[in-house]
Every structure is written in C-alpha cells, then in structure tokens.
C-alpha cells in the first residue's frame, strides 16, 4: 500500500501564494508520474498539472505561468507552488502518483486532498 500525505492548503486572499506539499511513503520501487488535481464544487475533477519522470512538466490553460510543479524524487514528494491566485482556483487539491510497488507491482495512488480557498 502507497500513503499519499498533502498538506498547506489554506485560506489565501485574491493575489496570493500558497505551497502544496505530497509526500509518498511505503513500498515503493520507483515513481513514474506524479500529478496535481483539483474539484470545486459541482465541478469534477480536473488535471492541474503533471510530472513525469523525466522532469518535464505540463499545466492546465487556466494555470499556466502562475503555478509550479515540481518533484524531489529523492523524497517521493511533489510540491505545487501556486501565485497570483484567482477566486476560481479555489477547490479540494488532490496529488496523485503512479509507480511500481517492491513486491506488488504498479500503483496509482490519491491523496486525501486539501482544500484551497482564495476569497476576500
């Protein structure tokens, strides 16, 4: 079994900074891609942005050029560095990893998600 741990969502003003954290922990072999989601309510679930293992990176339109995603493949941890944030990113921010477990084999994990608030 693969945990996924997030953390730093919060309550953030229009024009903010906040930090994602996604640590993973167990069994695992090697780490293939790793992924940040969201879900506002009544919305479902979308792609925020993604890195596969050879380090490039891939954003949705709406975020582009205001978030970063980064890895530390040291740590199993992916972060999600997200500025000038909008009302409309406000939603339950879900990390999501894909590897190889030691003994029993690929994997695809969810983190518990965190919720991100960005209001006046």
């Known amino acids: 079994q693969v945990r996924l741990v997030e953390s730093g969502g919060g309550l953030v003003q229009p024009g903010g900074s906040l930090r994602l954290s996604c640590a993973a922990s167990?069994?695992?072999?090697?780490?293939?891609?790793m992924a940040w989601y969201r879900q506002a309510p009544g919305k479902g679930r979308e792609l925020v942005a993604s890195?596969?293992?050879?380090?490039?990176?891939n954003y949705a339109d709406s975020v582009k050029g205001r978030f970063t995603i980064s890895r530390d493949t040291a740590m199993n941890a992916v972060y999600l560095q997200m500025n000038s944030l909008k009302p409309e990113d406000t939603a339950v921010y879900y990390c999501?990893?894909?590897?190889?477990?030691?003994?029993?084999?690929?994997?695809?994990?969810w983190g518990q998600g965190t919720q991100v608030t960005v209001s006046s």
């Open positions: 167990g069994s695992i072999r090697s780490i293939n891609a």
């Open positions: 890195i596969p293992r050879d380090g490039t990176t």
């Open positions: 999501n990893v894909e590897g190889s477990m030691r003994l029993f084999g690929p994997f695809n994990s």
